[in-house]
Structure formats: C-alpha cells, structure tokens
C-alpha cells in the first residue's frame, strides 16, 4: 500500500500510476496552496528592481507571479531565476524565463549554492 501525502495542488495522477504499476495507493490532501491575495508583483518591480535573481521554491509559486504579473512580467522574467528543483524549473521555462538555475536539492543549503552558481555567472 502507497500513500501520497500532499497538497490540494500536487501530481494528481500519482495514484492512478502507483495502481497502474501494482500498487495499492491513496492521495490524502495534507495542506491547501492559497495564492496570497496581497501578492503584487508590481510592487516587488519597483522595490527589487536591482535583485539579481528571484528563489522560486515550487511551480504554484510560479504560476502565482504568472497570474499575477500583469504588466510588469516581461520585467519580472528578465530577472535570472533559481528553482528548487528540476519541476520548478521546467515550470519557470515553460513560462517564458529565459535564465533558470536548477538547485540540486530543497534544503536551504542547496539553495543558496544555487544562488551563489547565478551571482558567480552574471559576474563573468
């Protein structure tokens, strides 16, 4: 027996592919995403607008500034971006990132080695 532990937002079809592989499986929603109603990418433009790069910690983080955006996103993607893993950056790609630094893993540490391998390359 699988159990997937995740939030109202995670990979739906993980059940039907652990049954499909000859598992017993059941997804249990733990935690809800909310976008925060506040969020306002247009006043991050005008207050980082020197940042040399944006920590995006999952692809609903994305999909949250993309919604969002409005229009300061052609701004905001010209910004080089970190991704804490391989989904969110194939998240921040498919939304139009030009550059995108995959962290190696989701500890703080790797993240932040992520960010310093981005400072290093603006720098060359």
Do not use: M, Y
Not at 23 to 44: C, G, M, N, T, Y
Not at 98 to 120: H, M, N, P, Q, Y
């Amino acid at each position: 027996f699988a159990g997937h532990f995740t939030s109202d937002l995670g990979l739906l079809t993980l059940v039907e592919h652990l049954t499909n592989g000859g598992f017993s499986a059941k997804r249990s929603e733990i935690s809800r995403v909310e976008i925060e109603e506040d969020l306002a990418p247009q006043r991050w433009w005008s207050e980082f607008r020197d940042c040399t790069g944006i920590v995006f910690s999952s692809p609903s983080a994305v999909r949250a500034v993309i919604s969002r955006g409005e229009e300061c996103l052609d701004k905001l993607k010209s910004i080089p971006a970190v991704a804490a893993g391989e989904t969110t950056a194939g998240e921040l790609i498919e939304q139009g990132w030009k550059s995108v630094e995959i962290s190696l893993g989701s500890t703080a540490g790797d993240l932040v080695s992520a960010c310093s391998r981005l400072f290093l390359q603006q720098e060359d």
